[in-house]
């Protein structure tokens, strides 16, 4: 097995998970309704879980520091989740379409990782994607429901599907190792993610009444360390307690 | 394998039946079906094996203390409980008195699934306070990863379920 292009996989992945699931749980306590506020704090559990898994498969495997070394101790250019998982959450369109982007491409990358060749991961994934399935039924079921609703929802839905979809094809930015890990037989590439979530969400997206804009501009970056200026205060706030007294067992 | 380590086995997995989900204190670990094997090496080296039922559960570290403890209080003093993912948990894993005893906690029975839940699964629940099946789905997600909300349209009761996972 290539080993580099494996970590370096595991490694976004779990970034992802982790700030993704960050920013999904500052709706715990403030959802618009009792339902929503439960959900989003549920589906952030799985993330900060799979960020977990990740991190704990990395560390056995490739020995990385420990899974909390590597959720609050790193700095800011050495994570590599994609830009769309570190904006802070602009209202409760984008919250809901960053979660339609990001769980689609979430699912059918675990869905293709069940095949892998690195045995671990694949088992992860078998696991991983049952409770992502769950994640995806979710926002399917908000964006149908606001997609069509009343003018507002659905201007407000299209805005923020305008402005989340650059940086949702950034999610499918190339890492360094492509080639190897379709060569061995790891993950089938970015490209063919990409490719396999648009034709997902297409039709979803037209049965809710939106429309994908024509862009195919990709706004990269993050899986090479360079991050918009949300990262670093979500860093700080997220790393706060740990920061307070590095040395507390817990 | 000899009979004594048969026997000894056997004595474990007994003793698995008195470790509860700390969520569901009404379910041993075992009619949960996330126990996935108990082992004994020429050593005499134990290792039980165990796969969660949710990554992000954080019932994980409680269960497995209660496994450990179980252990030392047979005598054993050489084991280890490892969680991996060898076997996925599924809903199905649960055992029909396992689902029989969530159901008396008021929680709705998860039905068993090819492989995989369908909208359907997930969604026709039967309630476990009147035994209706005019149930709505309110909420995939409840009060734990585990669980759904729904509302009973003959008792007018909500109430909880165990997903089909």
Request: aromatic content about 10%; proline content about 4%.
């Amino acid at each position: 097995m290539n080993k580099e292009a494996a970590k370096e996989l595991m490694l976004k992945m779990a970034d992802d998970a982790l700030i993704y699931g960050h920013r999904l749980s500052e709706w715990t306590g403030i959802g618009p309704i009792l339902e929503e506020d439960i959900a989003f704090s549920s589906i952030s559990q799985d993330k900060v879980g799979h960020a977990w898994q990740l991190y704990q498969l990395l560390e056995v495997d490739f020995g990385t520091p420990n899974p909390d070394q590597m959720g609050f101790e790193r700095k800011e250019n050495e994570y590599k989740c994609s830009r769309l998982n570190e904006f802070y959450t602009r209202d409760y369109a984008f919250a809901l379409i960053r979660h339609f982007f990001m769980d689609h491409a979430e699912f059918i990358r675990y869905s293709l990782l069940r095949a892998s060749s690195y045995e671990a991961l694949a088992q992860l994934a078998k696991k991983v994607r049952g409770e992502i399935k769950y994640h995806v039924l979710h926002a399917d079921t908000w964006i149908k429901k606001l997609g069509t609703a009343t003018e507002e929802s659905h201007s407000r839905m299209q805005a923020a599907l305008n402005e989340a979809f650059p940086y949702a094809l950034g999610i499918f930015e190339p890492g360094p190792f492509e080639q190897e890990l379709i060569d061995s037989g790891i993950f089938i590439g970015e490209e063919q993610l990409r490719a396999e979530w648009l034709d997902e969400i297409r039709p979803l997206i037209e049965e809710s009444g939106l429309q994908l804009p024509s862009t195919t501009n990709a706004e990269m970056g993050g899986r090479s360390g360079y991050h918009s200026d949300d990262l670093a205060p979500l860093l700080e706030e997220m790393s706060e307690v740990v920061r307070s007294d590095p040395e507390a067992s817990w | 394998m000899t009979e004594e380590n048969i026997q000894k086995i056997k004595e474990i997995w007994n003793a698995l039946k008195g470790v509860e989900d700390p969520e569901i204190p009404v379910i041993s670990i075992v009619d949960l079906g996330i126990i996935t094997d108990v082992t004994i090496d020429e050593k005499g080296f134990i290792t039980v094996e165990m796969t969660p039922t949710f990554t992000g559960c954080p019932a994980i570290e409680v269960i497995k203390k209660g496994i450990e403890k179980k252990l030392a209080n047979l005598g054993y003093e050489n084991y280890r409980v490892e969680l991996n993912y060898k076997t996925t948990w599924t809903s199905n894993r649960i055992s029909d008195e396992g689902r029989d005893k969530l159901e008396k906690f008021g929680l709705g029975r998860p039905e068993s699934h090819e492989g995989e839940p369908h909208m359907e699964d997930i969604a026709n629940a039967c309630c476990p306070h009147c035994g209706s099946e005019n149930t709505e789905l309110k909420s995939v997600f409840g009060s734990t990863l585990c669980r759904s909300i729904h509302i009973c349209h003959d008792c007018r009761q909500s109430f909880e379920r165990f997903k089909p996972v």
